[in-house]
């Protein structure tokens, strides 16, 4: 019997709707903080799939009553991020027009804020989603220029102290608040270092952000990565870390 007997073009269309359906659903929930559930809820329901179908009919019976309630309970808690993602839907996903080079902007306004000792913390968000910690902030969704990044943390208005997220070639968020790591390594750098170097290392402890941060007192660069401080290194070594994530 052949497998495509009666697969005519109606299916195929069909076929064709339901993927990018489901694409689209994927691509609006991998950069918010539902992503997690999302995964946690796809495991539970293959949980409730195996017992069904091994007749654990106890484990069954539970999953049968608690589904219902499950559903409305993700619906109010993730209501903004679900209208969010329907609004994104709705303008479509394009991506701004950048015709710069992200590691050259980022390297511009890190040498500038350094020789002018001006403090800052700029995460590179890579597969781990950052939305969460850049909530407390404001939502930027600008290209990455060195001359706006500059004036973020230049100016005294209240996203300074904050720090800044990247993706991609595009600043999503300011005035984002980050995990401070409580860690005491054995070099001794928590003792003369500040608050800016332990969020850039408890940030890379959770995530698989890159983070720089630009001592204000020192006018030096580090970098934070994997659960990693490299403090105060030399520019070359910031730009190779860029270009590695950037995959330049």
Request: charged share 20%; net charge negative.
């Amino acid at each position: 019997m052949d497998l495509f007997e009666g697969f005519g073009l109606l299916d195929v269309i069909d076929v064709l709707v339901l993927a990018t359906l489901i694409y689209q659903a994927y691509a609006l929930l991998i950069g918010s903080r539902a992503w997690n559930v999302f995964r946690g809820l796809a495991a539970l329901t293959g949980l409730w799939f195996l017992a069904t179908q091994l007749g654990l009919d106890a484990t069954g019976a539970v999953f049968d009553r608690l589904a219902p309630v499950a559903f409305l309970a993700v619906v109010v808690v993730f209501q903004p991020e679900l209208r969010a993602a329907l609004e994104r839907f709705g303008r479509g996903r394009r991506r701004p027009d950048v015709g710069s080079d992200p590691v050259q902007e980022l390297m511009t306004a890190v040498r500038e804020l350094a020789s002018q000792n001006v403090g800052a913390l700029i995460a590179i968000e890579r597969s781990t989603p950052l939305r969460e910690y850049g909530r407390p902030g404001a939502v930027v969704g600008a290209p990455v220029t060195a001359a706006l990044i500059q004036t973020l943390f230049a100016s005294r208005g209240p996203l300074h102290d904050g720090a800044l997220i990247v993706k991609e070639d595009a600043i999503t968020h300011a005035g984002a608040i980050f995990p401070l790591s409580d860690r005491e390594p054995a070099d001794g750098w928590a003792a003369k270092l500040g608050t800016r170097h332990r969020a850039a290392l408890g940030l890379s402890e959770v995530s698989d952000a890159l983070v720089l941060v630009v001592s204000e007192e020192r006018g030096t660069v580090s970098v934070a990565r994997d659960g990693a401080l490299r403090v105060d290194i030399a520019p070359a070594a910031v730009q190779a870390a860029l270009r590695e994530v950037y995959g330049a």
